[in-house]
């Protein structure tokens, strides 16, 4: 896969998600850079043109195969990644959401090698970066402040 985030002029938008279903948290496994090889959020980069909550929905649906309902932002941060020059190898601003499945069946897509859905008590053995455990522990403190809404 040809990388073309690498070394970037600006910082790009991501998206990701806490999906909450049953009140367990879905995990996927990177395919690729950064972070491959890595247990992780779902989420990816943002299309021109595309609003955020359209873009998470998306990228989730290939990701995970689930269709989900777009809840409140969890948080906004950067994520900058240096290599060995301490040259800018990444930068991506972003924005994960709280989320609900609404349709599909949890599967790996096509930028992932895993995907499972896991208890929050669980979450050790994924050795999951201290942003994304945080980002997990706020979006359930959310689910519960900013319950899903009744449709």
């Known amino acids: 896969m040809n990388d073309t985030r690498q070394y970037p002029e600006r910082p790009i938008v991501g998206v990701g998600a806490v999906i909450l279903d049953a009140g ?21 980069t943002l299309e021109v043109g595309e609003t955020l909550e359209a873009g998470v929905a998306r990228e989730l649906r290939e990701e995970t195969g689930l269709e989900v309902e777009v809840g409140p932002v969890i948080e906004v941060f950067d994520r900058i990644l240096l290599d060995e020059e301490r040259r800018v190898r990444y930068h991506f601003v972003l924005i994960d959401y709280l989320c609900w499945p ?30 994304a455990t945080a980002v997990i522990a706020r979006g359930l403190q959310l689910a519960v402040e900013a319950p899903r809404s009744v449709r």
Do not use: F, H, N
């Open 24 to 44: 367990q948290v879905v995990l996927i496994r990177r395919r690729y850079e950064p972070l491959a090889g890595r247990w992780s959020l779902p989420g990816g």
């Open 102 to 131: 609404v349709s599909g069946y949890l599967r790996a897509g096509s930028d992932v090698d895993a995907a499972v859905l896991v208890s929050p008590a669980d979450l050790e053995p994924y050795d999951l970066t201290p942003k």
